[in-house]
């Protein structure tokens, strides 16, 4: 069979299942269907490959092309924009002919000649003829075209981040481009954004259907409420009054809605026709899916049954299997995320329409700071020796069943075995028992409860141990402190409670609340685990980031006295200083267990994170085996475990696949017998990788093996704390933050001169200094860096102990001491009642003293410039001088010397 044979024969089989009909030029009868495909039929300018007729009459044409001429698809638009601009032969003068193909049976372009300027796109197969219909009954209003002339934005209710955002997407729909990208820091509205969009996109683009796409079914969930609370600007119903939303929780996918919501995962098991549970949507990516083979056409959800996707946490939902999902559908997809890396950019063509990190969110008070608290403890730090002279402890590691036995050597354990294959119960006491101690004496002492806590653990096995030792030092009841991971029962009802109940004070999750989920009074981030990926890191801390008033944060912990205004990271393994990567780690599915991932393998799921994951869970066993277990899985495997590993971690090479797949799939589609070379025919590398899952009892051997490994019970080490306390009180860090400081004085000092802060004293501030300094103070705080923590970096280079500085106008006191204008830092208020104290006393000296009146004016003007560096004319007739009477009473008690005297207090207190 000839190349454009088989090229026809794929054009067939799609156009076919598409709806189509397909005859041939001398045999027409355009009657037999709604879509007929005429293959060879005549136009003025030639015969073309196929013309396409709908309800008798032609709509567009479908240039074919061999599998080879894939690569080169676009050098052959001219050839069918030719045919679509040429005569019909037949009686099809003043037919609408807009649409064009072209074709290789793989690859499928398509242009449609109605758009303001037509441009090509890949699409994953032909459209259906009602499909093509309804876009002709629309005329030259395609949605396209619709998307050049959106109105302009109400800014009404938006954050400016949010109002560049959505401009950036009108942007980008109106250039027509196919994909974009929203970065946007936890808690500032991404999901908003996306509604609003929405809405734009059905209302003044014309699009039929929208699905907002999540990976796990909370965020879906949290998805829903959002767009039924949604209500826009220019309408007083809501969101879901106006389209129909709905949330896909079966099989089914009706057709009459406007606004769907889905985990990829259903999603993927709708396209596949796979059963797929509520379990398999809990996290994140997994259920039984299918590498990229296995998407195929689906008449009920054809690919242009959605004309937008709103990817959520796209940063880990659009990879491997996932990418084919979005592919398959003719869309434009955005994609939300607060932590893109280099993959994410470059999926959405590096159209980045907005970006809004969380050093911005800080700076505008979207998001909080954090601040960071050290715990070190001696065997967290260097690991422990367990001696094999004495008897050892040994558990199970899921039955917890505990045994005695010995050690052939001893055995020195580092820290990253710790809560793996050692367990030290006294590290985890000793962690817990600091974290404990510290909260009320140094963290939060005007607390009566503890903050809302979320500790991450290693596993479910090290949570375990975490929940019974948090209960324990805290000598509070199961409610205090609760395991919330994708393995607990009702993690959703927990998870609310640790939301929006005053119990649990604590959380303990593996990676469930890792990411995306919200809880916003979330105060302490208590890491018991490390974290290698940027990302992923950046996720897990954007957990604390969530604002709250003192009324809401009331609600769940009512001795607090002020608004959320920052978070503690409570770094108990070097998480905060650990070296991070940007690339993806082999573990993807860190939730879900061994067991889980050899099952998703044998139901069909060769998806590359899946066999990544398999491969890196049997890293770890490979290093615990006997050399009896070795040879027992290379007997019944046919192949040692690192050369299984090897198969597993270069599945998707893309060269070694392509290399070897494609060659087969020519051959295949050829129909005809390979030339017998005497050597087997090669096997699909992922097959091959994914073979050995299939066995059943070879899943049951490497469960065995996995289940007899114990975990070690270092009883003998008692743990201690080497250093506890806040980052700034270690030396290094405190001068990394002074010289921080320094550098945004110098990057600001044309300012801060013109206040007169620096290089210009003694002199008056503005009155407006405050604002100013205040604006300027949160690039710090975006920094992690406050007015204390400076404070604290001092008093430890300096070797003092200072009072508390705790406001903006101590800026002031800092920013001079830093400059070396002043030899002494204290709090800025004391330094202008020191002043006040030098100038009161000199203008008393003479004769003329003032009255005692008059000294109670002047001690409030002091106390006012205390707190806001100066005082102004208009300053008295506020709170608490209008009380008193005023200007006009300050001029009473004055005289004409009053102005004189304000410039002279604004000189003398602020020196």
Known sequence: MKPEQIARRGIDQQLIAAGWVIQNNDQMDLGVSLGVAVREFYTSTGPVDYALFVDGKPVGVVEAKEVRKGGVITSVEQQ?????????????????????YEATGMVTRFTDFADIKPRSRDVYWFHRPETLQYLIRQGADTMRNNLRHFPALDHRGLRKCQIEALQGLDSSFAANKPRALVQMATGAGKTFTAISSTYRLLKYGKMKRVLFLVDTRNLGQQAEREFQAF???????????????????????PKDSTVYISTIQRLYSILCGKPITDADEETSGAGSGGGEKEVRYNKNVPPEFFDCIIVDEC???IYNVWMQVLEYFDAFIIGLTATPDGRTIAFFHQNLVSEYTRHDAIIDGVNVPEEIFLIETQITKHGATVFKDAPVLFRERYTRTKQWGQLDDDLTYTPSQLNGEVVNPSQIHTIIRAFKENIFATLYPERREV???????KDDSHADDIVKVVREEFDESNDFCRKITYSSENAEALLSDFRNSFYPRIAVTVDMIATGTDVKPLECLLFMRDVRSKN???QMIGRGTRTLTKDELQLVS??????????????????????????????????????????????GDHSEEILSSTANRLIRLSRKMTRREHEAFSHLVGCAISSQIARMLDAYNQDETYEENMPLAADRDDGEPDDDDGHAEPQNPIELAAAPFHDAAVRAMILDIYRTHRQLMDLDNTDFTTFVGRDVERGEVAE?????????????????????????????????????LASLALQLRAKGITEDKLRQCYDLRDGKRRSKLSQIADLVSLIRYEMGLITELTPF???????????????????????????????????????????????????????LGGLGKFYQLFGNAYKQLLEEINIHLVA
């Open 451 to 457: 903050p809302k806590t979320l500790i991450f653990a």
């Open 80 to 100: 069918s924009s030719r045919y679509v601009h040429s005569i019909f032969l037949g009686d099809y003068s003043g037919e609408n002919v807009r649409f064009a």
């Open 536 to 538: 992923y890191y950046e």
């Open 231 to 253: 209500k826009p600007t220019d309408d007083q119903r809501q969101f879901s009054d106006i389209y129909g939303v709905t949330r896909l929780h079966s099989p089914h996918i």
């Open 315 to 317: 940063h880990r939902s």
């Open 736 to 772: 990394k933050i002074i010289l921080t400081f320094h550098d945004w004085i110098a990057a600001n000092q044309d300012t801060l001169i013109a206040l007169g802060i620096i290089y210009a004293q003694p002199h008056k501030l503005r009155s407006d200094a405050l604002d100013v």
């Open 558 to 603: 009512p001795s607090a006295t002020d608004d959320k205004d920052h978070f503690v990271i409570i770094d108990a393994v070097g998480v905060t200083t650990s070296a991070k990567t940007e690339t993806c780690q082999i573990e993807h599915k860190p939730g879900i267990s061994l067991k889980e991932l050899m099952e998703s393998i044998a139901r």
């Open 829 to 883: 208020a004391e330094r202008v009642r020191a002043n006040y104290k030098k100038w009161i006393f000199a203008k008393n000296a003479g004769n003329n003293q003032f009255s005692d009146e008059q000294n109670k004016w002047l001690q409030l003007i002091r106390d006012h410039v205390a707190t806001s560096l100066s005082i102004t004319e208009a300053d008295l007739d506020l709170t608490p001088f209008g009380n």
